[in-house]
């Protein structure tokens, strides 16, 4: 049984988990050789953080805020996972996600970047487009 709680760790080593198919004792052989202690946050959840060894997985795009917080959280060790596609190899997606800081701009700088256009800030419009609107 895949654990999704731990509820109790016994003093004898076993220790009763919760899953989805319900609770179970696991004994403290068992433990001692099947059992690894592990916790899950968002990226976000995880800023501010240290631990000794941090692991990520990532089966979308993500951009270079979200890969260095990820990267920078374990002391000892870092592991990013990237679901790939076709010809793409791991690598290739976190250096895509390196090079990449446009997740989070909205949808009209997005596509005046991908353009090459300047986008439209309020305010900053110089004279002569003034007239022309």
Do not use: C
Request: glycine letters at 10%; aromatic letters at 6%.
């Amino acid at each position: 049984m895949r654990a999704r709680t731990v509820d109790y760790i016994h003093p004898d080593g076993s220790l009763t988990a919760t899953g989805k198919n319900g609770t179970v004792r696991l004994p403290a052989s068992y433990v001692a050789k099947h059992v690894e202690l592990a916790y899950a946050r968002t990226v976000m959840g995880a800023q501010g953080r240290n631990v000794q060894g941090g692991a990520s997985f990532y089966d979308k795009p993500t951009d270079v805020r979200n890969l260095y917080v990820a990267m920078t959280r374990g002391t000892g060790m870092n592991e990013a996972f990237m679901v790939t596609t076709g010809e793409q190899t791991a690598v290739d997606v976190f250096a895509q996600s390196i090079a990449t800081g446009w997740i989070d701009l909205p949808a009209h700088a997005r596509r005046a970047e991908l353009r090459d256009e300047k986008p439209h800030r309020p305010g900053l419009l110089d004279g002569e487009q003034l007239r022309a609107s």
